[in-house]
């Protein structure tokens, strides 16, 4: 079946470069977005890609998509506190359902 | 613009107790709709999503049910809590065609004691 795994936590400093990735079985995936929960609040819709682009860029989130070894990833450059949160991956097929990851918690350290 | 709302934000109910968490969305029409649960410190699980009124689709067995009266109006139910019952609840919408994304609502925060 359709499967999206990420790593479950990752730490950074104020300032770095976070890279969160995400992997994903189902090579008939058409959409992958990249979503963001704060404590206590609803999935706030990030960016998303379409599976026929390689990247995209959104001020300072950059999604890459790598097709062939199913791979996506979500870098933010110059975390800052505010973006200390959980961020899910979610892939779309060609049906009505959508398949999460588990979700990666972000932590950014001063 | 499009909106979603998701009542009430916190609910403490015991166990053996009814439950119903509604949700309703704005400015759109025949949305696909969802509910999710999501447990403590834990990803997303889908429980129901609905394509149309009337029309609803169950992905796990559980006590729990769900209803969809009217096009944009979507309820989350059961007869009888149980403890396991607790977690986060999720709305969501999506206009269904295309690449369209999900739309989450605030969420519901269910303890059953």
């Known amino acids: 079946g359709e499967d999206v795994e990420q790593s479950l936590f990752l730490s950074v400093r104020e300032g770095d470069s976070s890279v969160i990735n995400c992997t994903y079985t189902?090579?008939?995936?058409?959409?992958l977005y990249w979503y963001k929960q704060e404590p206590g609040a609803g999935l706030q819709l990030l960016t998303y890609?379409?599976?026929?682009?390689d990247m995209k860029q959104d001020q300072r989130l950059t999604v890459l998509l790598n097709k062939k070894d199913k791979h996506l990833s979500l870098r933010i450059a110059d975390t800052q506190t505010g973006d200390s949160a959980i961020y899910f991956c979610a892939e779309r097929n060609y049906g009505q359902n959508f398949v999460f990851g588990p979700g990666t918690r972000l932590s950014v350290l001063p | 613009s499009q909106t979603i709302h998701q009542w009430p934000a916190t609910l403490v109910q015991p166990v053996g107790s009814p439950l119903s968490l509604e949700c309703t969305v704005e400015?759109?029409?025949?949305?696909?709709l969802y509910w999710y649960r999501q447990a403590a410190g834990r990803g997303l699980q889908l429980l129901f999503y609905?394509?149309?009124?009337?029309?609803i689709s169950s992905e796990v067995p559980q006590n729990l049910s769900a209803s969809r009266p009217q096009d944009r109006q979507f309820i989350l139910s059961s007869k009888k809590l149980l403890l396991s019952d607790s977690g986060f609840y999720l709305c969501a919408w999506s206009p269904g065609q295309g690449g369209s994304p999900l739309h989450f609502g605030n969420g519901t925060r269910l303890t059953v004691t």
């Open positions: 890609i379409f599976s026929n682009m």
């Open positions: 609905s394509v149309g009124i009337g029309q």
């Open positions: 400015g759109t029409s025949n949305p696909n």
């Open positions: 189902d090579s008939s995936s058409t959409y």
